[in-house]
C-alpha cells in the first residue's frame, strides 16, 4: 500500500471542522464518488462507530463499512475498512493555525484490495482518489467556510 495524502487550509476553528468532518452523514456533500453514508448507530460518532459508505467506482456502486478506531477531538481520526474489495485506512489530522482560528486538514488514504478489489485498486480506485482528493477538499473547504444561509 501506498499512502495517498493531501492539506488544505480552511478559515474555521478546528473543532468546527472536526464536528463537520467525522459527522458520516455530510461525506456525500464533500466527496464526490460518495453516494451514501449511513452510520449505524447513534450519532455522533466514537471509536468503534461503523458507517455503510456507499461509493460509485467507475459504473459500479460498491458499498463498504468502515469503523472509527480513532478519535481525539479535535485534531484527529481514524476509519478502517471492515468488508468490501476495497479496504481503505483513512487518517485524518487537524492542525491549529493563526492561533486556533484556521485549522490545516490532512488526510491520508491507504488501500487494500480484496478479490476483485485487487485490480480495482491500482487500475481505478487510487487514479481516482487521487484525482477526487483535492477536488474533494475544495468542496469541504467550501462548504465550511460559506456554510448555507
Known amino acids: 500500500m501506498s499512502t495517498i495524502s493531501n492539506s488544505i487550509d480552511i478559515d474555521r476553528r478546528p473543532e468546527e471542522v472536526f464536528a463537520y468532518i467525522t459527522d458520516p452523514t455530510h461525506l456525500p456533500e464533500w466527496q464526490d464518488s460518495?453516494?451514501?453514508?449511513?452510520?449505524m448507530g447513534d450519532l455522533p460518532v466514537h471509536t468503534g462507530s461503523r458507517?455503510?459508505?456507499?461509493?460509485?467506482?467507475?459504473?459500479?456502486?460498491?458499498?463498504?463499512?468502515?469503523?472509527?478506531?480513532e478519535l481525539d477531538p479535535p485534531r484527529s481520526w481514524h476509519l478502517h475498512g471492515v468488508d468490501g474489495p476495497v479496504r481503505p485506512e483513512v487518517q485524518g489530522r487537524i492542525e491549529p493555525l493563526d492561533d486556533g482560528t484556521r485549522s490545516r486538514v490532512t488526510l491520508s488514504v491507504d488501500l487494500e484490495g480484496r478479490g476483485m478489489g485487487r485490480g480495482l485498486v491500482p487500475l481505478v480506485v487510487k487514479p481516482m482518489i487521487r484525482k477526487e482528493m483535492p477536488r474533494s477538499e475544495e468542496k469541504l473547504k467550501h462548504l465550511l467556510e460559506h456554510p448555507a444561509a
Open 34 to 39: 460518495a453516494v451514501s453514508a449511513v452510520p
Open 51 to 69: 458507517v455503510v459508505v456507499t461509493r460509485q467506482i467507475g459504473k459500479r456502486r460498491i458499498p463498504s463499512t468502515m469503523e472509527y478506531t
